[in-house]
Each structure stands twice: as C-alpha cells, then as structure tokens.
C-alpha cells in the first residue's frame, strides 16, 4: 500500500512557542490530506482538510489561526501550531488517499509543557 | 450527517475466543464502512473496509465484517483472539468514499491468556 510519513513523532515545546508537523506521501500524490487530532483514550476528530494550492477548510470549531496548514506540493502538508498550550497537547494525525483508501501516517504526540 | 457509534468502549476476551466489535452507523447516503486498527501511539493500519460490494467483507489478520443495512450495522469479527490482537479499534464511515472519515469513540480489545 502507499506510504504517508509523518515527522516528527513526538515532539515537546515551551507554552507560547509554535510547532510544525510535517505529513508526506512518499510513493503517491495527494491533492488532498487531512488532519485528525486525537485525545488520550479517545477518538479522532478530523481538524481540517488540506487541499493542495488553495487554502484549507477547517471543521467547525478549530481555530484556522491557531493550527496554521500549509499544502504547498503534492507530498507534502503542514500544520504548525502556533502559540502552543498545554491545552494542545494531543496526538496529531495526518492522512492521504490514494486508490479509494486513506493512509495515515505514523501520529505525532505533541507534549506543550 | 453521518455518524458512527461502537458499543463497548472495552471488550476482553480469552486468547482462543471469539472478538465481536459493535458497530452502528447513520448515513443519508450509502455509506463507505470501515475498521481501523490503531496500536499504542502509532497511527491506524486499515482492517477492511466496505464500498457497496459483497455485504460479508474479509480483511487482514482474520478479522471480517458483515454489512447490515437492515440493521445499519458493520460489526467487526474474528473467530479465535490472539494476543497480538490487543489494540484500540475504530470504526469510520465515510459518504466520499475516501479521504474523510467520521471515526467512533473506538472499543480497547484486550486479550487473557
């Protein structure tokens, strides 16, 4: 099956710095990439849906200033999260399609300390 | 809208035991059904998935699933546990058929010796 990497897989940062978090398609374009994020012991919400050149759509609810996403290739889709809380810290989620299934790539635990 | 729901939040079983996952849907539209596998602080791998073709669907690992529109059910399936079958599942559905998922609240499987 197709391959989404994502980098880093954990990272921790200081309150009010920001973080990027990078989703890959290794072997596939993806105009389009989405971003779950997902709670201790709880599911996954879908944040926003990135679409390659244009501009993301956001669920109701998520602040598009805050978790800032960028899709400036075919590969590759970021969401930096800006000003960060202890309240951000969470499991973050990235997927593309490919072929009629979603790839997820690996998480990254984000820990705002 | 469309929502899925998984009755269970837990479900334990001895190694050798049946594993049935609850599984409810609602959708407007016929659904994209599918059963995602999560491990700890990893992203999800795809169990199986239904798209409208034979309502029994086989995937990986031995797990199978039966789509019931009567019922609107998918509930997940494996005739004998196995440990490495300890995980957080989730079920998703899905009316674009790819990329955007609705995820349940997932049910923590946990395998006894």
């Known amino acids: 099956g197709a391959v989404v990497s994502q980098h880093p897989s954990w990272v921790i940062c200081k309150s009010g710095t920001s973080v990027k978090i990078e989703c890959r398609s290794l072997d596939f374009q993806a105009t389009t990439m989405f971003w779950y994020r997902q709670f201790p012991k709880q599911s996954l919400m879908l944040m926003a849906t990135s679409n390659e050149g244009s501009k993301a759509t956001y669920e109701q609810g998520v602040e598009k200033d805050k978790f800032l996403i960028n899709h400036a290739s075919l590969t590759l889709s970021t969401l930096t999260v800006t000003s960060a809380h202890p309240e951000d810290s969470s499991f973050y989620i990235c997927s593309a399609s490919q072929g009629g299934e979603a790839f997820f790539g690996q998480g990254t635990r984000l820990t705002v300390v | 809208a469309q929502s899925v729901t998984q009755l269970g939040s837990h479900v334990s079983v001895s190694e050798g035991a049946l594993v049935l996952l609850r599984c409810n849907y609602s959708?407007?539209?016929?659904?994209?059904l599918f059963w995602y596998v999560q491990y700890p602080n990893q992203g999800l791998q795809l169990l199986l998935k239904y798209t409208s073709a034979a309502t029994l669907v086989k995937g990986i690992n031995g797990f199978e699933a039966e789509f019931k529109k009567s019922e609107t059910s998918f509930h997940l399936t494996k005739p004998s546990a196995h440990m490495s079958d300890a995980a957080e599942y989730f079920c998703?559905?899905?009316?674009?058929?790819?990329?955007?998922?609705?995820f349940g609240t997932g049910t923590r499987l946990q395998v006894f010796p």
């Open positions: 998703a559905v899905s009316d674009e058929g790819i990329g955007k998922l609705i």
């Open positions: 959708s407007s539209v016929p659904p994209y």
